[in-house]
């Protein structure tokens, strides 16, 4: 890839596969308890609900450790590692997570974070934070369209 980005696992981040237990009534979707090894503290939990192809991001959080989840729909999460010094600093990740992937993604401070809305619904994104969020100063954001990380969020036909 282009600009000295890499593309592959970034150190810290984590990918944990989540139980759904379905019956006649419904479902139900895990998605963190105090007690797994992954478990670092609890802040704050939120839902952002996005449309299929609108991007949001680039975040980059200075504290917080973040917990992603998406009980419904489709996202395309793409991960930048940040950190000077890191092992794997200027890395992508890209992952699809869901209703076809359902799994946790732990996403440490100085990774920037940007999902895309994929599918033909809504999806809906669960985070369960470190640290409540911090209007001013805690986290950067990155238009999702400059240079700044290098990706293109279009589909790719592979």
Known sequence: ????????????????????IPDERGSIYHMLRADEKHFVAFGEV????VYPGVIK????????TQNYAVP????????CDL???SSTEKRLMELFIGDDNYCLVKIPPGIASGYKGIGDVPAL??????????????????????NVIPYRWDVVHR
């Open 1 to 20: 890839m282009d600009n000295g980005v890499r593309t592959g696992v970034i150190e810290g981040v984590e990918v944990i596969s989540l139980r759904k």
């Open 46 to 49: 939120y839902f952002s609900k």
């Open 57 to 64: 991001g680039w975040h980059v959080h200075k504290i917080m």
């Open 72 to 79: 419904v729909g489709m996202i395309k999460l793409v991960l």
């Open 83 to 85: 950190r000077t010094g």
């Open 125 to 146: 994104v669960a985070n369960c934070a470190t640290h409540p969020h911090i209007p001013h100063g805690e986290m950067e954001r990155i238009d999702p369209m400059s």
